[in-house]
């Protein structure tokens, strides 16, 4: 089976998919990723001293809000209704890193993938935005889709 690009026509013409033919079925995606900092940031995040707050707090609101507007952002998506979508962080003290995940999961025609990408992606944005003062130096990395169910394509896990 050929693997073909979706996003484009016969004329090579970027197009949104038709998804008007596809049946309904229930639909996950989980998506992960890593912001790395140093000792006074990580410290700060952990005892809740961040100067603009409670770090993992906002950026937890901050990720589920844009994986709803993921939309209108991404071009090309298309608009969903989520049944749930939630943020959580591992926080690896020792390695000073934490891991943001994504979770979305919805009954649809289409997958959330992209959602739960963009989630992640804010959340570690967010965490850099209330950190930077502390550290300039943080990375963010590592993003991915761990794992997606539904639709045609079935289970996958990465």
Known sequence: MPNELTHFDLKGNAVMVDVSEKEITARTALAKGIISMNNEAMSAVL?????????????????????????????????????????????????????????????????????????????????YDMCKALDKGMVIGNIRLCEKSGGKSGLYVN
């Open 47 to 127: 005892s809740g001293t961040a100067k603009k707050g409670d770090v993992l707090g906002v950026a937890r609101i901050g990720g589920i809000m844009a994986a709803k507007k993921c939309a209108d952002i991404i071009p090309l998506c298309h608009p969903l209704n989520f049944d749930k979508c939630a943020v959580d962080f591992s926080v690896n003290e020792s390695k000073k890193e934490i891991e943001a995940s994504c979770e979305v999961k919805l009954s649809g025609k289409t997958g959330a993938e992209m959602e739960a990408l963009t989630g992640v992606s804010t959340a570690l944005l967010t965490i």
